[in-house]
């Protein structure tokens, strides 16, 4: 009740026109929201998110960093994203992508990388091609984060039982599809690509496929051409196991289901798992190579014009001697 109180007046301390006040807000909120109900009580009870954006179209850089993480903070509680994504935000987020605060930048593709996960399209349609990459690979201290991040989307429920494949199945049915599914769903896109299904393939003793084959066995059950493989179409691979019409795909999936798939249970075997995470480093690390490369380069442009400014000055300085 005490937080409840102190919603409207953090809310209209955002909107203060004194670059100070807003600060100190948004400070105020990564501080006093901890737990999930009090985030969206702040959300519904001060119009945060509304509030916060707006503060992101203030010229004065000082008050980025702040309002970003309380942005952050904020989408720790699961119904928020969506509720984010709802105000159109991704322009504001784009804008803050060249900040020159390093901070910034990293705190805005954290938050775009949570929201990707959410709504991978509407992100990678509204943000510009040339920074995808860095969604894709959000900064490395935010790792733990997206992982918390994306355990709350799970236990929250994120796949649709509506519509007549669904009707198909029994609570107790759906509910073990939707333990599966995301077990495999690994990054919780709503969709299982090669990779993923890769892990399952390499858990359940087929070492030698190729990923090829492997995506052979997408493309099977694949009906829209995606090439992956999305909620609904998974639900019609186990109706077809359930009515005898299995592919090779829904074998392995069946078997899956038998023997209680789960990642933490399968551990070491789980090597495909490995060799996954470690192409992502082996990305990462180049990309921060071609930084570091760019940044020497930068350092070296700069030395070379200062040795010409050096040299003019005492040709100049010559010429008035002269």
Known sequence: EERK???IPIGRMIDSEIWSVKNSAASATMQLYRDDDEKLMFVDEGEA???????????DPRVHENTLGAILSLMENAE????????DPIPSFVRMITALNMSV?????????????????KVLDEVPLIQHYNIEHPPEEFNDYIKSFV????QKGYLSRVGK??????EKELKEFEALFAELDEDCSGSIDAEEIGLLVQAMGHDKMTDEEIQNLIDEVDKDGSG???????????????????????GIL???????????????????????????KIELEEFLHAEEKEKREAEERKRTAEKYWEAERIKRERMRAE
């Open 49 to 59: 998110l509304r509030r916060l954006l707006k503060m992101l179209t203030v010229r």
């Open 105 to 121: 930048r990293k705190l805005t593709f954290g938050i775009l990388k949570c929201l990707s996960i959410y709504d991978l399209q």
């Open 165 to 170: 494949i669904a009707a198909k199945f029994s």
């Open 228 to 250: 992956v493989i999305e909620w609904d179409e998974f639900l019609v691979i186990m109706d077809n196991i359930k009515n005898g019409k299995g592919t090779t795909l829904g």
């Open 151 to 154: 355990e709350k989307r799970k």
């Open 254 to 280: 069946g078997n899956a289901l038998k023997q209680g798939f789960k990642r933490s249970v399968v551990g070491k075997q789980f090597t495909k798992a490995s060799n996954y995470w470690n192409r992502k």
């Open 5 to 7: 109180e102190t919603c």
């Open 80 to 87: 928020v994203p969506d509720m984010l994504l709802a105000l």
